[in-house]
Each structure stands twice: as structure tokens, then as C-alpha cells.
């Protein structure tokens, strides 16, 4: 499966973006997905995920009650809502796909598939 990450940009401190993540060659059923961000000279870090099954969704504790993650299952693509958005959100952002377990849904090596990102900036 193939992701594309897209509505990344720049964005004023305080405001809010969208990003979409489309799977194409196959679709996000049986798979959770999630997103991850890597700030310059950052590694790479979680950011939110939900599993297949659905039900719970992940944050990590920075984004916690700002950033939303959710799912179309009809259109097959995910959005991270992103509000009050700051200059530590600055990063670049990448949708993955994979088949966690619980233990594992923050960690970047239980996912297989991975989007190319989308560059946030926020100027503060």
C-alpha cells in the first residue's frame, strides 16, 4: 500500500491545519495507521495513532486535547486535525501503516508503510 500525505504548510502560532493521509494499491482495513513527526536534527516521534479495530485513539502527551486524529473508511484516508499549533510542532509530518500490537502502536518499527511527509511550519 501507498500513502500520500498531504495539508501540511504555514501556519501562524495559535492557528490550526489538516492533514490527509490517502492509501492507494490497497486500502487501510486491517491496518492501524498513525502519524509521526521529525523536527531538524529531531528524530523521529509519535504523534497519534489508532488501531485497526478502531475504537482508542493514541496521542502523545505534547499534542494531547490539541491535535484529532481520524479515519474515512469510505475514502480511505486518515486527518490530523491540528489546533493551537505552535513553533514546537514545526516538523515534518508522515502518515504509516502497519499492524501494532498495543505495546507497540507508538513505536515507528511496528509500521510497514510509510508516506513521503508533509512539511508544517509554524511562525510564532
Known amino acids: 500500500v501507498q500513502l500520500q500525505a498531504s495539508g501540511g504548510g504555514l501556519v501562524q502560532a495559535g492557528g490550526s491545519l489538516r492533514l490527509s493521509c490517502a492509501a492507494s494499491?490497497?486500502?487501510?482495513?486491517?491496518?492501524?495507521v498513525a502519524w509521526f513527526r521529525q523536527a531538524p536534527g529531531k528524530e523521529r516521534e509519535f504523534v497519534a495513532a489508532m488501531r485497526a479495530s478502531g475504537g482508542n485513539t493514541y496521542y502523545a502527551d505534547s499534542v494531547k486535547g490539541r491535535f484529532t486524529m481520524s479515519r474515512d473508511r469510505a475514502k480511505n484516508i486518515v486527518y490530523l486535525q491540528m489546533f493551537s499549533l505552535n513553533a514546537d510542532d514545526t516538523a515534518v509530518y508522515y502518515c504509516a501503516a502497519g499492524r501494532p500490537i498495543l505495546s507497540t502502536v507508538r513505536e515507528r518499527d511496528a509500521y510497514n508503510y510509510w508516506g513521503q511527509g508533509t512539511q508544517v511550519t509554524v511562525s510564532s
Open positions: 494499491g490497497g486500502t487501510f482495513s486491517g491496518y492501524g
